[in-house]
């Protein structure tokens, strides 16, 4: 059994997945790709960087893009700790872990602390962030697929076990995980809120951030997403889907930004994750696409993904076994 029994005390108090920092080519690309596409709401520009929020959230910001010049980057993945006191706890327990914490200043939020996981992840923790208007009742404003709220991270790891194993220290619990036939992790899913993920991780070549997700209010939001990719050309970035994952039971569609960087829409999941009665659900790679339906994923999305500043990915030892489009077309039989 490779899950490790839940923190139910961690040293420090993690809320959520929060918000995430990428680097971009073209900032005015980004921003007609994100406003009209997602619906995400602009609430400032400063020194080269674009802060876009969900309808529903009363935060700054949760996207923060950033113009460079040196290819598209995944600089940080934002997690909230609960109080400021809880951001204390947190720098005291990573220097006792040896992971070098630093204190940094970050517009619109408060103190913020940098460190980078075991796994070679940057991470950024923040208690607070200047608190702006809740638009989820403004319909007037509301565009594209109406994201709503940053929900998750799908990060790929070459040991999704070390993965598993550090963030259970730190609370985090598995809804769901996927295991191979001799015992090796492929996947955990991870939260602190309420409902599966906060964050999720799959053994592959890493660490790279693979996409970021949003919620959006329905299916029929969800399609205009995707129809309105296609009138403004960015047809070609619905990368899989609208479908229906296995794991959570829910709709989604992936999508590729200008830049490269993966993102998904994803209907609110349907069960919550509250109760400790709650016990992590196994699943094996054959299992994963059981009870689903679209085509399998392209090639493209297991393989590709958003490398973080100054990190070199490792391969992984794990073997996924997934089924890929290309492969799934070419073993079918074309009756005349």
């Known amino acids: 059994m490779p899950i490790p029994d839940p923190v ?65 980057l995944c600089e940080r993945i934002g997690l909230r700790v609960q109080t400021e006191e809880e951001l204390d706890k947190a720098h005291d327990w990573f220097c006792g872990e040896g992971l070098g914490p630093a204190w940094v200043e970050q517009p619109w939020q408060g103190r913020t602390l940098h460190v980078t996981d075991p796994c070679g992840v940057p991470l950024e923790l923040c208690a607070s962030m200047t608190a702006v208007p809740r638009l989820g009742s403004a319909v007037d404003r509301h565009r594209g697929g109406v994201a709503l709220r940053f929900d998750h991270f799908q990060i790929l790891v070459p040991d999704a076990q070390a993965a598993c194993d550090f963030y259970t220290r730190l609370g985090f619990r598995v809804s769901d995980y996927v295991e191979t036939p001799d015992g090796a992790l492929v996947a955990a899913f991870m939260y602190r809120k309420d409902i599966p993920w906060d964050l999720v991780f799959f053994a592959a070549k890493g660490p790279r951030m693979h996409h970021f997700a949003y919620i959006t209010p329905n299916a029929v939001d969800m399609f205009r997403a995707c129809d309105i990719a296609g009138i403004r050309g960015y047809g070609e970035a619905v990368e899989r889907g609208p479908g229906r994952h296995s794991m959570g039971h829910v709709q989604y569609v992936y999508f590729r930004d200008p830049d490269g960087h993966r993102s998904e829409l994803v209907l609110d999941a349907p069960h919550h994750m509250t109760d400790l009665e709650n016990e992590p659900v196994q699943w094996t790679p054959a299992s994963i696409g059981e009870k689903a339906w679209g085509l399998p994923a392209q090639r493209a999305w297991f393989l590709e993904a958003s490398r973080f500043p100054g990190v070199e990915p490792v391969e992984t030892s794990v073997a996924r076994g997934a089924l890929t489009l290309e492969d799934y077309l070419s073993a079918r039989t074309v009756v005349a």
Do not use: K
């Not at 876009?52 to 460079?68: N, Q, Y």
């Open 8 to 72: 139910h005390y961690p040293p420090f108090n993690i809320t959520r997945a929060g918000h995430v920092r990428v680097t971009v080519r073209d900032l005015d690309a980004a921003r007609d790709f994100y406003t009209s596409v997602y619906g995400l709401i602009v609430s400032d520009e400063a020194d080269g960087a674009l802060y876009l929020r969900g309808v529903e959230e009363v935060c700054h910001h949760s996207l923060v893009l950033t113009a460079a010049g040196d290819g598209p």
